[in-house]
């Protein structure tokens, strides 16, 4: 069983930051990409953020410029660090995840639970 638990979540004033994580665990060979998404309340899902097992990353167009995405090596982790955060930027963000979970399987995509993140003054 593979599981992504995002944390990091909370209250953030307008104009501040956030460093979101995620941690993969369970039965892991390799990670392909992992990535975050968002969803606010109304909206549909939304790409945020995701990096590459080489270490490319991408980012979606409302986060981009003030948004990094990190991986440390050698861990089944991956962060998001935003800043300037807005208003808009209000929402449940998820962990995603491509990952191989043994030599002989192939890969498969996981959600984490998601963790919410609330910009307010």
């Known amino acids: 069983q593979v599981q992504l638990v995002e944390s990091g979540g909370g209250l953030v004033h307008p104009g501040g930051s956030l460093k979101l994580s995620c941690a993969a665990s369970?039965?892991?060979?390799?990670?392909?990409?992992m990535a975050w998404y968002r969803q606010a309340p109304g909206k549909e899902r939304e790409f945020v953020a995701l990096?590459?097992?080489?270490?490319?990353?991408s980012y979606g167009d409302s986060v981009k410029d003030r948004s990094t995405i990190s991986r440390p090596s050698a861990k089944n982790l991956v962060y998001l660090q935003m800043n300037s955060l807005t208003p808009e930027d209000t929402a449940v963000y998820y962990c995603?995840?491509?990952?191989?979970?043994?030599?002989?399987?192939?890969?498969?995509?996981?959600w984490g639970q998601g963790t919410q993140v609330t910009v307010s003054s």
């Open positions: 990096i590459s097992s080489d270490g490319r990353t």
């Open positions: 369970g039965s892991i060979s390799s990670i392909n990409v």
């Open positions: 995603h995840a491509i990952i191989r979970p043994t030599l002989a399987s192939t890969s498969n995509a996981y």
